[in-house]
């Protein structure tokens, strides 16, 4: 490529059209009118920036300099500008108010309220003072300032963002659908209550909604997100995350926050890849960090880890109270501890007892939960059958259901549910190989029990699955299987009693073969089963077995 030329590419220009073009140029300048008009807060600040290095100020420069820097995000600049305006001799009194915002977003709610102080009697500084309150759990001044809301948009809109972080989701959706009835064109609003309808489950409501405001603004980060997060919701991590690519196109570098929920949100979306790395810094920047975190400790089954990050959790929301729930359920349960459970089981039940999440999927799966915890299955069942049509081929779902109809008898069922679950994590685990071992012998299938115990490599789980076997299929008249499994843990444990166990599965072997429900050829494996044994017992039995044998022309060698 040439970089530079001696003459123009295309036609030539005289000095007269040069000069006429810089004129034409020079009043082509924007103005920062223009800039904030457009809501170009980037270009109007490095247009401040521009006019202050030059000695060209505009007519307080400073306090445009703050607004813009508030407006892109970056709070700490704006902070400082502030700073610097107040200790001139000039300063207008309601920078302290413009200073407390910037305070208030960068955490630091102390020092806001302190500033807000300071600051003139006015709405803005009563809606600061609104949220400082709800923020510092003061409901006494919570309702104080509550009362001096008027009903002008900014208050209302104040009004349902407390709503929203008290979750009372409705109540913001009722105060945003009535303002856009008196303001059609204030598409933001559709944002808003397209977060609520979230909050609430309506996957399928909120993408509606956010869709005309993304007809509108289609590079809008906070909408993008969103619609990003309802893809999640309603398909999986895969589409949720090619949601995410446009907004990763768009976002800039002015856009810090943007970048910290995309980081944050891929970590969710990609089922916790990257976790350690991202989540950590993120946890006092975005509220679920925390939870998504313990989240990923406990799909790892690093279940102490876990409860050091949320133990000093103080829950306010649904979500918090489930994960407290679930993570001292887990704890309790690692280390038989009763003081967890017992904690586990009441937050569940607060959560499914309350009138706003009786009625949810997951207020349902609490309330089983909390049955689960007390050995109530037949309660459990109630609630999971209310909910069983969201979660087929749920495999989590699956294991606690099917466990609960075994705890009732109900083993034929119990067994198809339990063949329905994928997942190796848990198909591996003790308590699922000793279920469907149990099911198979209530239904008669003692065979593939004890196949389950043979692909099993030799540890304390396969010594307890063993004992197991050895008594349900001795309970169950399954003499075979039974001989089988006493033989098996005599030659682990010789020290025990299981002698007795074994002569009388062997002796109930002959028993069946003597009524015709057990093959012939069965006798000559039970006699070296008995072989194995040093009891002084074994030579009577195996004498009367082989004259049986002898008279019923049943061959043994």
């Known amino acids: 490529m040439i970089l530079s030329r001696v003459k123009p590419a295309v036609g030539g220009e005289t000095p007269v059209s040069i000069s006429e073009k810089k004129k034409k140029n020079k009043t082509k300048v924007p103005r920062l009118d223009e800039y904030l008009q457009q809501r170009d807060y980037l270009g109007a600040l490095t247009l401040l920036e521009f006019q202050r290095s030059i000695g060209e100020k505009e007519e307080h420069a400073d306090l445009w300099i703050g607004f813009c820097a508030f407006h892109l995000g970056d709070y700490k600049r704006a902070m400082e500008e502030y700073k ?32 807000a102080s300071k600051a003139p009697m006015s709405p803005l500084q009563n809606r600061l003072l609104f949220h400082l309150a709800h923020k510092f ?118 856009f810090e926050f943007a ?20 989540l950590p810094p993120l946890i006092d920047v975005i509220p679920e960090a925390r939870l998504n975190l313990v989240i990923y400790y406990l799909r790892q089954d690093d279940i102490q880890e876990a409860f050091n990050l949320i133990q000093d959790l103080v829950p306010t929301t649904p979500q918090e109270y489930i994960l ?27 959560v499914g ?47 606690n259901y099917a466990q609960a109809k075994a705890a009732l008898g109900s083993y034929k069922e119990a067994e198809e549910v339990f063949l329905l679950i994928q997942n190796e994590k848990i198909k591996n685990d003790y308590v699922y190989l000793s279920w469907l071992a149990r099911c198979y012998i209530m239904n008669q299938k003692g065979h593939l029990a004890w196949e389950l115990y043979l692909k099993m490599g030799t540890s304390s789980d396969s010594f307890s699955l063993l004992q ?41 072997v002959f028993q069946l073969i003597l009524a015709n429900k057990e093959p012939k050829e069965s006798l000559k494996e039970v006699v070296l089963l008995l072989r194995n044994s040093g009891n002084p017992q074994v030579e009577y039995i195996i004498r009367v077995l082989r004259k049986w044998a002898k008279d019923n022309r049943v061959l043994l060698s």
């Open 353 to 399: 007892g309350s009138a706003s999440e009786c009625d949810t999927i997951p207020g349902r799966q609490c309330m089983a939960s909390c049955f689960f915890l007390l050995r109530q299955f037949e309660d459990v069942l109630i609630y999971l059958n209310s909910v069983k049509g969201y979660f087929y081929n749920d495999d989590t779902f699956n294991f």
């Open 468 to 508: 197991l076997i050895a008594n349900d299929c001795y309970k169950m008249g399954q003499f075979y299987y039974a001989a089988k499994a006493f033989d098996a843990l005599e030659k682990l444990d010789p020290g025990s009693n299981y002698w007795e166990g074994k002569r009388g599965a062997c002796v109930g």
């Open 324 to 350: 407290k729930g679930v993570v001292n359920a887990s704890l309790g349960q690692e280390i038989g501890s009763r003081d967890h459970l017992k904690i586990a089981q009441q937050f569940f039940q607060l």
């Open 84 to 115: 610097s305006l107040t200790v001139k001799p000039d300063c207008p009194a309601d920078v302290w108010v413009y200073l407390a915002c910037a305070m208030f977003f960068l955490g630091l709610y102390k020092e806001a309220e302190e500033a």
């Open 259 to 278: 970048k910290e929920l995309i980081r944050h949100n891929l970590v969710v979306f990609r089922g916790g890849e990257g976790a350690l790395q991202v």
């Open 137 to 254: 759990n003061d409901e006494k001044k919570l309702m104080g300032f509550h009362q001096n809301l008027e009903d002008v948009t900014e208050d209302q809109l104040s009004l349902a963002s407390i709503h929203y972080m008290r979750s009372h989701y409705q109540e913001a959706i009722d105060i945003y659908k009535r303002l856009l009835l008196q303001n059609r064109d204030f598409l933001a609003l559709k944002v808003y209550a397209a977060l609520c309808y979230y909050k609430l489950d309506y996957y399928d409501v909120s993408q509606e909604v956010l869709a005309v405001y993304l007809q509108s603004i289609p590079d809008s980060t906070i909408a993008l997100n969103l619609k990003a997060c309802n893809h999640f919701r309603l398909y999986n991590g895969k589409a949720a995350e090619a949601e995410l690519k446009n907004l990763i196109d768009i976002s800039s570098c002015s």
